[in-house]
C-alpha cells in the first residue's frame, strides 16, 4: 500500500474559531502609541483608520477564541482546508531521515494565504457601513487577495503597489484591475505623502512604507473609506492563525507532530498563521516545538535589527508600535528580488522573539532560489520567492537531520506559489541574481533616526 501523502479536512470539520495568542503570552506585546502624545492607543483611536471590529481584535488581549463569522466561514470553504502535504520527494532528494510536512496555502486561485485576512478585513467594514477600501501592496498578492475580497463584500478598492514591484511584476496590476480595483505606483503624486517622497526623491523605487504611507493618507481624508493591512498587525495573524488550527488537526490525521515549525517572514502573517495555533502548547509546557521565522540576508530585522518603537510608515503616519525594526527609512537593496522587503516585524512576533519563543534566521538570496529549484523539481510547485526562504530554512534542518540521523518532524508553511514571480526565477536561471549582505553603518544610520523610547 502507498502511503498518505495529502491530509484534508472535511467542510464540516473546519475550525470556527481563530486563534488570538495575545490573550495567552506570558509577556503581552507592548501597546502601540499615539505618536503625538506617547499614550497607549484605545479601540477608538484605531478606528478612524481600520474598521472597528479589526481595531478591537487589534487590542484584544483578553480573548483566546474568537468566532469567525459566518459569511467569512462560507467564503473560506471555497478553498479550505488547505491540504497538509508530505513530501516525499523532498525528503528523498535530501537523503533525510526527517518528515518533511507542508502545509499549502497556495492552492487558492489568488495563489498565497493572504486571502485569510482579506475576506474578514472586508466583511467587517461592509458590516460597519464602509463603503472603500484601500491598501498597499509590494509583490501584489495582498493587493490582489484585498482587490478579490472587496469584490465579494461589495466595496470599491484602490491599491497603492510599491512602484519597482510594479514593474518587476506588471501582471499582478492586472490582477487587481480584473477583480476591480484601481491601482497606483507608490510613491504617486495623488497623495501629500507620496509628492513630498517624490519631491525629496525623484527616482524613488517607492517601498512599503511609501505605500502605507499613501493608503493611510487616502483613508483618512475619504469619508466612507478605511484602510486594510495585509500583515504586521495582531488582527492579521489572528485572521491567520486559520492556518496552523487546521494544521494541527491535518498532523494529528498523519500520526504525528511536528519537533519544528518554519515560516518564510515579512512582517509576520504567515509565520504568526501556522506558528501561534501551536505555540500555545509551549506555553504550557506540554510541547517543545522549535519555532523559526526565515527572513533575507538584505532585510534582517530579526535578526539584525533593533526592538524599539517604530512607525509601521516612511512618512510617519501610522502609530508606533513596539517592533524589531531595521527602521522605517529602510530601503531594500534593489537587487533583492525575493520580496519579503518590510522593514519591521509584527508587535506580538517582537515579543516573542525577545521572549526566546522562537528565533529567527536569515537566507542569502542564492540559497533561497536554489531551494525553490529543488521544491520545484521535487513536489512539483514552484513555490513564491518569499515561501522559498521557508524551504531553504526546511533544507537546512533536514540536512543537520541526515547529519545527526535524527528522525525530526519538520512543518513549514508554503505561504504561495511563484507562477507570476517567473521573472525573479528568469533573473535567477541567468545567473543575474546575487547575494547582498546589508552593511552594518546602514543599519546603525536607520535606528539612530527612531525615537528612544524603550530604556
Ligand atoms: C505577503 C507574503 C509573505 C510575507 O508576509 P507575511 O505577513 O510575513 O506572511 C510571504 N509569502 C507570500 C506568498 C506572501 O504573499
Sequence with gaps: MTKQKRFILQEKDLPTKWYNIQAEMPNKPLPPLNPATKEPLKAEDLAHIFSLECSKQELDTEHAWIDIPEPVLDMYKYYRSTPLVRAYALEKALDTPAHIYFKNESVNPLGSHKVNSALPQCYYCKQEGTTNVTTETGAGQWGAALSYAAKVFGLEAAVYQVKISMKQKPYRSSIMRTFGATVEGSPSMSTRAGKDIITRDPLHPGSLGTAISEAVELATTTPGCKYTLGSVLNHVALHQSIIGLEAELQMEMAGEYPDKIIACFGGGSNFGGIAFPFMRHNFTGERHTEFIAAEPASCPKLTRGRFEYDFGDEAGYTPLLPMFTLGHGFK????????????????????????????????????????????????????????????????????????????????????????????????????????????????????????????
Excluded at 537593496?333 to 515579543?351: E, K, T
Excluded at 540559497?367 to 518569499?386: D, K
Design 332 to 455: 531594500p537593496a534593489n537587487i533583492h528580488a525575493g520580496g519579503l522587503r518590510y522593514h519591521g516585524a509584527g508587535m506580538i512576533v517582537s515579543q516573542l522573539l525577545k521572549d526566546g519563543f522562537m528565533k529567527g534566521v536569515d537566507i542569502p538570496q542564492l540559497e533561497t532560489f536554489e531551494a525553490g529549484l529543488l521544491f520545484s523539481r521535487t513536489e512539483g510547485i514552484i513555490p513564491a520567492p518569499e515561501s522559498s526562504h521557508a524551504i531553504a530554512a526546511t533544507i537546512r534542518e533536514a540536512i543537520k537531520c541526515r547529519e545527526t540521523g535524527e528522525k525530526q518532524v519538520l512543518l513549514f508553511n508554503l505561504s504561495g506559489h511563484g507562477l507570476i514571480d517567473m521573472t525573479a526565477y528568469e533573473n535567477y536561471l541567468n545567473g543575474d541574481l546575487r547575494n547582498y549582505e546589508l552593511p552594518d553603518e546602514v543599519i546603525q544610520e536607520n535606528l539612530s533616526k527612531l525615537p528612544h523610547i524603550i530604556k
